[in-house]
């Protein structure tokens, strides 16, 4: 296709260019820049790139063959964009080049993967456009492209601001859900051992004391079985609220499976402890859970352990607290059967 007259066979303006060059026009010219130009534009773009990269192992993981030919294919695709916008389609979701730019989120410095990296990695695309359009348009069209260039950067940073925040409040989110136990509540069983490990280590490296409560629910199986599942939950979540107004803020309560629960205190001796266990009790028995139109009475075993005389390793002390609560079930039913007889 032979260039306007207007132009040198370098794509400047000749002296005496119009001052006005028709839309179609101009479409056509930027078609052709991106076109002619799409090796320069890539390298210039990856150039960019390698140079954010600051370390070895990143560099030798850079997919650069890959790269180019996903770069060129994608200003192929803007160019026949810019000479015609029903072409759009292509690149929104399920569309050709939609699909093919998966991989420039895969490239870039340290964190690739993030949002961040991912963003400037587009911007580094989109400037390797507008630079070679600023060395080939028209003077005054090259101001305007130097002003939209300042105008995307700017709002690119106030992107990378806003994700980041969206990012950060996901992943909170996440953190949460994966901590939480849904019925409840309560810190779940993963939680409970992660801080159950962290005090075992501040122990030994601190000599901070603390103990283990561990609570079963006595006969939550008979609750289900004869007044259902939902009057089961109820009950569940009624130990839960006495639990919370009987503990310190620090007290890390959690409900480590079924019917059982257990609730961390950090510097805690036995005493403390067996009182705090003793109020969950007696305040459990003097209420009543309403299930319909009926109202039972809810009853609960405890277990204690304490660190460092029950043990220095997590395993030990989950095995004390299970056995000093099986030896409260044990009492609880001889008492049981001394009073039927």
Request: proline residues 4%; glycine residues 6%; aromatic residues 6%.
């Given at each position: 296709m032979t260039e306007p007259a207007f132009f040198d066979p370098g794509g400047k303006p000749r002296s005496g260019a119009p001052l006005e060059e028709p839309e179609s026009q101009l479409h056509a010219r930027a078609q052709r820049l991106?076109?002619?130009?799409?090796?320069?534009?890539?390298?210039?773009?990856?150039?960019?790139?390698?140079?954010?990269?600051?370390?070895?192992?990143?560099?030798?993981?850079?997919?650069?063959?890959?790269?180019?030919?996903?770069?060129?294919?994608?200003?192929?695709?803007?160019?026949?964009?810019?000479?015609?916008?029903?072409?759009?389609?292509?690149?929104?979701?399920?569309?050709?080049?939609?699909?093919r730019a998966a991989i420039l989120g895969l490239v870039g410095g340290e964190g690739a993967a993030t949002l961040a990296s991912v963003s400037r990695t587009m911007l580094a695309f989109e400037n390797s456009i507008l630079e070679q359009w600023q060395l080939y348009l028209r003077s005054d069209y090259r101001e305007l492209v130097g002003l939209v260039r300042r105008l995307r950067l700017g709002l690119h940073n106030l992107m990378l601001a806003a994700n980041a925040a969206?990012?950060?409040?996901?992943?909170?989110?996440?953190?949460?859900?994966?901590?939480?136990?849904?019925?409840?509540g309560l810190n779940n069983r993963r939680f409970f051992i992660q801080e159950l490990e962290r005090h075992v280590q501040m122990f030994k490296r601190y000599h901070h004391p603390f103990s283990l409560m561990m609570l079963d629910l006595d006969g939550l199986k008979w609750i289900n079985d004869t007044l259902g599942h939902r009057a089961g939950d109820d009950a569940l979540r009624h130990l839960t609220t006495l639990l919370k107004v009987s503990i310190r803020d620090v007290d890390i309560a959690c409900r480590y499976g079924g019917d059982e629960f257990f609730v961390l205190m950090p510097d805690t001796t036995r005493r403390p402890v067996e009182v705090v266990g003793a109020r969950i009790t007696d305040s459990l028995s003097k209420t009543k859970l309403k299930v319909d139109h009926s109202l039972i009475t809810l009853e609960v075993s405890v277990g204690n352990a304490f660190c460092p005389e029950d043990g220095l390793q997590a395993e030990e002390l989950l095995r004390e607290a299970d056995a000093s609560l099986y030896r409260c079930k044990q009492q609880k039913g001889r008492e049981t059967r001394e009073t039927q007889n």
């Amino acid at each position: 296709m032979t260039e306007p007259a207007f132009f040198d066979p370098g794509g400047k303006p000749r002296s005496g260019a119009p001052l006005e060059e028709p839309e179609s026009q101009l479409h056509a010219r930027a078609q052709r820049l991106l076109r002619r130009h799409e090796l320069d534009i890539s390298k210039r773009w990856l150039n960019e790139l390698i140079i954010g990269i600051d370390d070895l192992s990143t560099l030798e993981d850079f997919p650069t063959q890959e790269s180019i030919h996903t770069s060129v294919e994608l200003l192929q695709g803007l160019a026949e964009l810019v000479g015609d916008e029903s072409r759009l389609p292509d690149f929104q979701p399920r569309g050709r080049y939609y699909k093919r730019a998966a991989i420039l989120g895969l490239v870039g410095g340290e964190g690739a993967a993030t949002l961040a990296s991912v963003s400037r990695t587009m911007l580094a695309f989109e400037n390797s456009i507008l630079e070679q359009w600023q060395l080939y348009l028209r003077s005054d069209y090259r101001e305007l492209v130097g002003l939209v260039r300042r105008l995307r950067l700017g709002l690119h940073n106030l992107m990378l601001a806003a994700n980041a925040a969206c990012w950060s409040r996901t992943n909170d989110e996440l953190d949460h859900l994966a901590h939480t136990d849904v019925l409840t509540g309560l810190n779940n069983r993963r939680f409970f051992i992660q801080e159950l490990e962290r005090h075992v280590q501040m122990f030994k490296r601190y000599h901070h004391p603390f103990s283990l409560m561990m609570l079963d629910l006595d006969g939550l199986k008979w609750i289900n079985d004869t007044l259902g599942h939902r009057a089961g939950d109820d009950a569940l979540r009624h130990l839960t609220t006495l639990l919370k107004v009987s503990i310190r803020d620090v007290d890390i309560a959690c409900r480590y499976g079924g019917d059982e629960f257990f609730v961390l205190m950090p510097d805690t001796t036995r005493r403390p402890v067996e009182v705090v266990g003793a109020r969950i009790t007696d305040s459990l028995s003097k209420t009543k859970l309403k299930v319909d139109h009926s109202l039972i009475t809810l009853e609960v075993s405890v277990g204690n352990a304490f660190c460092p005389e029950d043990g220095l390793q997590a395993e030990e002390l989950l095995r004390e607290a299970d056995a000093s609560l099986y030896r409260c079930k044990q009492q609880k039913g001889r008492e049981t059967r001394e009073t039927q007889n």
